[in-house]
């Protein structure tokens, strides 16, 4: 069963971040189940995943709004440092041998959906202007295909 259920309303209408979070969301609920299996060594690898996963994500939503001209870069990776320093305490814990993955999943569930209703939802019209204006919205050309290779490889 899963932890957090993908739904319509969490799409951005860009289909390359829609894949992202959508994996965010698998790998919270990854972490529910290898928590919910009382083996600590892979809930803490699916964590660390999960962890890097998102980094590597933070990175990629940032280099799209840089590319877009989004006004707000700023505050959004700010917002995306502060989450960052929460979860870097999470891991610290984890590898202390806190089981941690209850109380992260509460925070990840309720940050991720408010994340990406709220802040994602506003850069997306920048995003899905400049992605248009390239004629890339749903294929992996020019610089969305250049981030793509960058942070995905």
Same mark, same amino acid.
Request: glycine share 8%; no cysteine.
């Given at each position: 069963? @899963?932890?957090? #259920?993908? @739904? @319509?309303?969490? *799409?951005t209408g860009i289909d390359v971040i829609d894949k992202q979070h959508r994996r965010i969301v698998d790998y919270l609920n990854e972490l529910n189940s290898a928590n919910s299996s009382g083996d600590q060594a892979v809930t803490n690898h699916v964590l660390n995943e999960l962890v890097d996963y998102t980094l590597t994500?933070?990175?990629?939503?940032?280099?799209?709004?840089? %590319?877009?001209?989004? =006004?707000?870069? %700023?505050?959004? +990776? !700010?917002?995306?440092?502060?989450?960052?320093? !929460?979860?870097?305490?999470?891991? !610290? !814990?984890?590898?202390?041998?806190?089981?941690?993955? =209850?109380?992260?999943? $509460?925070?990840? /569930?309720?940050?991720?959906?408010? #994340?990406? +209703?709220? *802040? *994602?939802?506003?850069?997306? =019209? $920048?995003?899905? /202007?400049?992605?248009?204006?390239?004629?890339?919205? *749903? /294929?992996?050309?020019?610089?969305?295909? $250049?981030?793509? /290779?960058?942070?995905?490889?």
């Amino acid at each position: 069963m @899963s932890y957090l #259920h993908w @739904s @319509s309303d969490l *799409d951005t209408g860009i289909d390359v971040i829609d894949k992202q979070h959508r994996r965010i969301v698998d790998y919270l609920n990854e972490l529910n189940s290898a928590n919910s299996s009382g083996d600590q060594a892979v809930t803490n690898h699916v964590l660390n995943e999960l962890v890097d996963y998102t980094l590597t994500h933070f990175a990629f939503e940032e280099e799209l709004q840089e %590319k877009a001209g989004y =006004p707000f870069l %700023k505050a959004h +990776k !700010r917002v995306h440092e502060i989450f960052t320093k !929460r979860i870097a305490e999470f891991q !610290r !814990r984890a590898a202390g041998g806190e089981n941690v993955a =209850p109380e992260l999943l $509460s925070m990840l /569930k309720i940050w991720l959906v408010n #994340h990406i +209703k709220g *802040d *994602d939802a506003d850069y997306a =019209p $920048s995003v899905k /202007k400049a992605l248009n204006l390239e004629g890339t919205v *749903d /294929k992996t050309g020019g610089w969305l295909g $250049s981030a793509l /290779k960058k942070f995905f490889g």
